[in-house]
């Protein structure tokens, strides 16, 4: 092997030197110009078109937005951060250039909404004159799914000059300068009222609607523009709009849960999933403590469900002769409602059980209450769980667990009296996030649904944008 040459070795050293010292100030003269420049300068913004800038503008993105939240007593870690427009709640008329969600609402006719609750429209006349009298919604549990109704109104509302509420979500005339197209179809309502064929008709009423809805909307330029992936729909009730949602899939639906539809049709990732509208009484000036609740565990509804809810039947043989614990079977017949609120305003824990389907609407009512919700549903979806920690308010049992002898009882006998303080106190602080009201207050459940959906407009535009990639480019 030949000998290495000093001369030549000390020669390959002074190169390395040089060219690692020149290295170094090169990555650092660019490091200088980098931090002067602020941020690179070849995207030519003039390029986009002015409505384009303003549906992007950073204090429209509901990622960037103002934020208030509620905070964790013990870990200082919000509750739930309030993702609605900046400064929104200071100003009395609805701006749609401030607000956080811009909708184009379609004029259906009333046969598609108002006048499912027996409004009765005069001549011309698609909406009711709001400022003389709001058409009622039908009451008792038809009021949970109920949700279509109250965001309507709001809707209807939102550039009033003499509104006095929040404006997370304003109507605007023009469809290319929304966020979203919704769709007023009082589907809830129509299921519940007219879903059953009436002889001689061969078809019910809510499927004759449906039908038109679909064709209705697969004829407008603003469904073929997006292909409905901008629309939103609401089809609270499991069972409303079972014949068109297999045809409007690419909507956003806002839903009670996904226990009726496959995951192609809704899903987590496109969908909503909005809070029923507690029928209980809400529990105001509550001063209750641990000890004025004599009830340890409650729970009143139906026992025997198909489907997942076989669950109720198994828990109710484990704990109908518990010492402390309510669980018996009750409806909203009668007094069955008041029954229920004074039950649930006495209690310390409420049993939310899967049913027909993995939700229902005991969790709202346990919140109004102030009862600290035990959940026994694998399979349940949660309003607003992407800003709000449940568990914070809430326990959550497995289903297996909850059948074992024994476990669930003495689980819940095992949670301290600060313990059960701390999350009452916590269910107080967000029931407002779950009131349904007309006219709408700031972050009660209506602006809360609307800043969910303002959530999903940037995957909404991102899918509308790729599919775009070489429309302009087809060789004839």
Same mark, same amino acid.
């Given at each position: 092997m030949a000998e290495r040459s000093p001369h030549s070795s000390g020669l390959r050293r002074s190169l390395f030197y040089l060219f690692t010292t020149i290295t170094i100030l090169f990555i650092t003269s660019w490091f200088f110009i980098l931090r002067s420049t602020g941020r690179p300068h070849f995207i030519d913004h003039k390029i986009f078109p002015s409505s384009n800038i303003d549906s992007m503008s950073e204090n429209r993105n509901p990622q960037s937005l103002h934020q208030h939240d509620v905070r964790d007593s013990d +870990?200082?870690?919000p509750l739930f951060q309030d993702v609605s427009g900046p400064e929104e709640h200071e100003f009395s008329t609805c701006d749609p250039g401030r607000a956080a969600l811009r909708v184009f609402m379609y004029d259906l006719p009333p046969e598609f909404h108002f006048g499912l609750l027996d409004w009765k429209a005069g001549k011309g006349e698609v909406w009711p004159d709001l400022s003389k009298r709001v058409p009622d919604y039908p009451g008792g549990l038809n009021l949970q799914h109920s949700i279509e109704y109250w965001l309507t109104l709001d809707l209807l509302t939102s550039r009033n000059s003499d509104r006095t509420g929040p404006c997370t979500a304003v109507r605007v005339d023009n469809s290319h300068e929304a966020d979203?197209?919704?769709v007023p179809f009082f589907s809830s309502v129509s299921y519940n009222r007219h879903s059953k064929v009436?002889?001689? !008709?061969?078809?019910?009423?809510?499927?004759?609607?449906?039908?038109?809805?679909?064709?209705?909307l697969t004829n407008r330029k603003e469904w073929k523009k997006s292909g409905g992936h901008d629309h939103v729909i609401v089809a609270h009730h499991p069972n409303s709009m079972l014949d068109a949602r297999t045809k409007l899939w690419?909507?956003?639906?806002?839903?009670?849960?996904? /226990?009726? %539809?496959?995951?192609?049709?809704?899903?987590?990732?496109?969908?909503?999933?909005?809070?029923?509208? *507690?029928? $209980?009484?809400?529990?105001?000036?509550?001063?209750? @403590?641990?000890?004025?609740?004599?009830?340890?565990? %409650?729970?009143? /509804?139906? &026992?025997? #469900?198909?489907?997942? /809810?076989? $669950?109720?039947?198994?828990?109710?043989?484990?704990?109908?002769?518990?010492?402390?614990? *309510?669980?018996?079977?009750g409806s909203a017949r009668g007094n069955g409602i008041n029954k229920a609120s004074q039950g649930m305003h006495s209690s310390k824990f409420c049993l939310n059980i899967a049913g027909d389907t993995p939700s229902s609407n005991r969790l709202f009512d346990a919140i109004? +209450? *102030?009862?600290?919700?035990? $959940?026994?549903?694998?399979?349940?979806?949660?309003? %607003?769980?992407?800003?709000l920690d449940y568990s914070k308010f809430c326990i959550f049992v497995r289903a297996s667990d909850a059948l074992k002898k024994g476990y669930?009882?003495?689980?819940?006998? +095992? &949670? +301290?009296?600060?313990?059960? @303080?701390?999350? #009452? !106190?916590?269910?107080? !602080?967000?029931?407002?996030?779950?009131?349904? #009201?007309?006219?709408?207050?700031?972050?009660?459940?209506?602006q809360m649904i609307w800043q969910a959906v303002a959530r999903k407009v940037p995957a909404v535009r991102l899918k509308l944008h790729r599919t775009k990639r070489f429309s302009r480019y087809e060789v004839g």
């Open positions: +870990s200082n870690t979203v197209v919704f009436k002889p001689p !008709e061969k078809t019910s009423k809510d499927k004759l609607l449906q039908d038109k809805l679909v064709k209705f690419p909507c956003m639906f806002i839903l009670s849960d996904f /226990g009726r %539809y496959p995951p192609n049709i809704a899903n987590v990732e496109k969908d909503i999933i909005a809070p029923y509208k *507690h029928v $209980i009484k809400t529990y105001f000036n509550d001063t209750s @403590t641990f000890d004025d609740r004599p009830t340890l565990l %409650y729970f009143q /509804g139906a &026992i025997y #469900r198909k489907d997942g /809810g076989f $669950i109720r039947q198994e828990l109710y043989y484990l704990l109908k002769d518990e010492k402390d614990v *309510h669980f018996s079977f109004a +209450s *102030h009862c600290v919700p035990v $959940i026994v549903s694998d399979e349940i979806e949660l309003p %607003y769980e992407d800003v669930l009882v003495k689980l819940i006998r +095992s &949670i +301290s009296r600060e313990q059960w @303080t701390r999350m #009452r !106190e916590r269910l107080k !602080e967000v029931e407002s996030y779950f009131e349904f #009201r007309y006219p709408s207050k700031k972050n009660d459940a209506v």
